[in-house]
């Protein structure tokens, strides 16, 4: 089993920045890549970003340029520096870690955090 823990997310006017935490722990070494994802009422769950244990990145066209995903392995803690955040960025964000497929596990989530970007 894999634990995630995220932090970091609040209220901000557009155009500021926050940065979300997610911290796995457990059986954490079957895990490869780790992201977040964005979800909304009404609208199925989003990848905003992912990146490997080897830190290949991938990002949504929405958010390229203004967020950085990044990644600890040491702590085991992938992070999310959104800046210029936009009222569209509003949203549930969920951590989640997908295992390598020799695991043959489950992706795992986290409990989300609620982000919010007024205008």
């Known amino acids: 089993q894999v634990q995630l823990v995220e932090s970091g997310g609040g209220l901000v006017q557009a155009g500021g920045s926050l940065r979300l935490s997610c911290k796995a722990s457990g059986s954490i070494f079957s895990i490869n890549a780790m992201g977040w994802y964005r979800q909304v009422p009404g609208k199925q769950r989003e990848l905003v970003a992912s990146?490997?244990?080897?830190?290949?990145?991938n990002y949504a066209d929405s958010v390229k340029g203004r967020f950085t995903i990044s990644r600890d392995n040491g702590k085991m803690t992938v992070y999310l520096q959104m800046n210029n955040l936009k009222p569209e960025d509003t949203g549930v964000y969920y951590c989640n870690a997908d295992q390598y497929a020799w695991a043959q596990g489950p992706s795992y989530w986290g409990q989300g955090t609620q982000v919010t970007v007024s205008i």
């Open positions: 990146i490997t244990y080897s830190l290949v990145t």
